[in-house]
């Protein structure tokens, strides 16, 4: 996207009118919209629009932003402003696993975050704060307490919410989510999951594919909900495998897909490319 | 798409006001904008939109096409409004080979082109007659006299133009258009070329392909413009192969990429999916 | 594979010396041994084996086949021995939906599945008569009668049996395959799936898609076996689709998926490069 | 592939007896063919196979070496044969992209290459030594003197002779390695090229991809010859792309594809799956 764009995300019951009266308050704040894309979902009666747009130098986010709530309000509208001058402000949860998390860190190396600001990684093992150091980012270690990850959760939870992070990536994290922590984050919340859903849910997928024996492995990356794998789909992707493939290799070609699925949903959520409505999503890419 | 649905394609210098403009139109005509997608390309300084929008009951397109006319003045458009009562006009050239001209036969008799109609099929050898025949659909043996094709391709033109075609297809038709014709049908011949263009152009790129050694085959389908497969890329598929497949395989594994590559350029063009600009396409799907 | 290549699939419990007994024996035939592919399952102590090999003009198949039964029982091998001097013969059997069927038919025009013999088609429905017809193929209106398909069932096995058919293809065929049928054509009943099993088996897998939000449709194809949809899967592949595809674009997209899938898996069978074991199979293309 | 076993790389000219001869030495030394590949180029007529087997424990490789280097002189071949006492020794070249390195070395770390060693990396910028030395590797600063890279190539030949190298990987590497060099480490240094050769050779493959308007872009890793982007394909993969992708959006997604696509060939290679001959490879996996 642009790199001075400013975009809109808009989802509201579908009525005629819609876009004219958007495009018009963008006109008269002598917006140029570079990029818009629009969905009715008929079954829902959905209007959904994303919108790209730039200001002149002498305009003012501000102001659009005030104009467009009298709109929202009239056509009930659920929406979002995202201007370059207000970064994103992400975290990592991880775990055991570090294939996710390396990869994050180095597009955040070179810039292909950008404008995000990576402000943690916590996870419940120590194992990687050395790696996470090196690339200058905070690491928090937050072991859980045998059985009981309460006070795990709680402590993520505090991190969060101190930080005032707006997307948490769980890059291989293997603990649960309490609902209130889902609630309050809902739709900011994005997990991999290692197989292609609703294919393989729940515990050790890459066993489940080789015993069914399938011909392609998939990573899905979705929104986190309390129902365990059953959050709203991002993005997907498969791979091909054989029957010369065994857990092992298994494992280690998911983890291209894993990584590249992963960072391809974190991508779409920085440039609010993505719309959820009911358990699904649309990705206005 | 829409069943009842109207589309619109428009191609401008870009502006601030066009959306506005538009979408203003439509809202007086009381459209409902079903589907609309745009996009800005800044370096070419050109806007490019597609309007899918159905209009109440006793609504008149012709009265939308009207008002545009003016508005389209205004902003310098190129532009094109379709609607469901105006079936494209289509015919498929061929040669030999039947793979694409039997996948397009029976797309058309379980109704997946609808509304689009089949004119005609024309080709240089009678082979195909009585499957084309069996379709239902009026068949052409136009043969190429010795080293001469003009009177071929004059009679092909006649027989074009006689039946008024909106959309020619070159389902593996071998010989060359000439380039009064690809003037007159700019925009409107969709080839089908048996490699990843642009590797392999030419003659033989299956052969030229496993010279190569490469790990993947493509098709790509395009429009037709006078420099031989340079013309505006549409659609482009791959497909792994290997060490194992001699030129014979390649070509059965490429037929599959052909045929579906081709069919599904072909629908994009019939959805008014498609706007040319420079030399390259926007596929608006 | 070679035009006049004869194939030997072979498996059987692992053990040192298989290789070897193998091609010592087809040394002494004076075989050349163009392709071979052999796997070693660890996990279940099973060796697999394909080897294409070609006789000089004096060469005699029979002699290779008797010698070979000796070798084979001392290793415990299940084993099969084709040469194309013995076609596969093969029936369609079919329902409403005729782009599987149009599209096996024409591969079978154009000499894709050869030396494979086309026997008949069959469907519960008349419909596809004309079209059958068409390719020369003789044609079984085999109704099922209200609520009951036993009748239907055991005409068709009748069927099968009195053409010596040794692979039914069931393209897009809605009935059920009754357990006695399913036993004696084991591993040689191919079913198409349309969905990326085990993902949305059962009834009306595009609803489910649709439904769950996913990012990629699939298609599946499998030996049939008691268990529906759990059969041994042969060949898989995907597609893209978005929040724009409605349950018929999701349709028309996965019937390009289904053809190209079933026919892929039809020929890895007619070349003999199946192996099943267990609830798997192993591909040796 | 197994963890103890041992790898066999033949080709020669094809006669009969060859797959005979090599099973029964196998045998003779008690080992167990694990898995085994072979295929005849009939064009050529040349002889291809890679067999992967284990010793039993009082068994020794020596031995299956000394008797082998007979038949081997017997039938002219050229073979290779590897354990996993002799790990392969890598170093990598790079120069001012990163992605490629960072996803190499976060590979290493966790074990995905062994037992291959990496001995160091070297670039002709300094960039990156912070990073390598975080994954405890020896970083080389080779720089390069103005428009003469003559000594920087002869350092690092230097280099690759002082460690005895047995592969280079060139992530990125932006310097022509000169013909001495390619000469002696002919078939052991890998190159990713980022399109989809032949396509867009040379310099600013993403430009030229973006000139062209193409709907999918690729990646190479190929084997470095004396011809630019002309040595034989080891790997290759593609990503879909649309008009909305301008050159940094190109960029982008291509680092996914030539990571992804240098770590396989990479892997191939270290796993001693690859057979060239000819500008071409057979990729034995």
């Known amino acids: 996207m642009e790199h001075n764009a400013s975009t809109l995300l808009i989802s509201c019951p579908d009525r005629p009118g819609i876009v004219a009266e958007v495009a018009g308050l963008l006109l008269e704040h002598r ?115 045998g059985d009981d990850p309460s006070a795990h959760s709680a402590a993520i939870r505090e991190l969060a919410d101190d930080h005032e992070v707006d997307l948490l990536i769980l890059a291989r994290y293997m603990q649960i989510v309490p609902p209130s922590t889902v609630e309050v984050y809902r739709n900011r919340i994005i997990n991999i999951h290692h197989s292609f859903l609703p294919a393989f849910a729940g515990a050790r997928p890459y066993h489940q594919a080789h015993a069914r024996g399938v011909k392609l492995i998939g990573a899905t990356a979705h929104y986190v909900t309390s129902q365990l794998d059953e959050g709203p789909i991002i993005a997907q992707d498969v791979l091909r495998v054989s029957h010369r493939d065994g857990i092992d290799e298994l494992k280690q070609k998911g983890r291209d897909l894993e990584k590249v699925v992963l960072a391809r949903a974190v991508r779409l959520h920085l440039d609010d490319r993505i719309l959820t409505y009911g358990n699904r999503t649309a990705v206005l890419d």
Chains 1, 2, 3, 4 share one sequence.
């Open 31 to 145: 917006a140029n919209i570079v990029h818009a894309d629009q969905h009715v979902d008929r079954e829902e009666g959905l209007f959904l629009q994303r919108i790209e747009f730039t200001l002149p130098p002498d305009g003012a986010i501000e102001g659009v932003e005030e104009d467009f709530a009298g709109i929202a309000a009239g056509f009930e509208m659920a929406w979002k402003l995202r201007t370059r001058e207000r970064p994103t402000r992400v975290a990592i949860l991880t775990s055991h696993e570090t294939h996710c998390l390396a990869d994050l860190l180095s597009r955040w190396d070179i810039g292909e975050m950008e404008p995000a600001r990576l402000m943690f990684v916590a996870s419940n093992h120590p194992d990687h704060g050395t790696l996470v150091g090196h690339h200058g980012i905070p690491f928090h270690h937050v072991p859980v307490a």
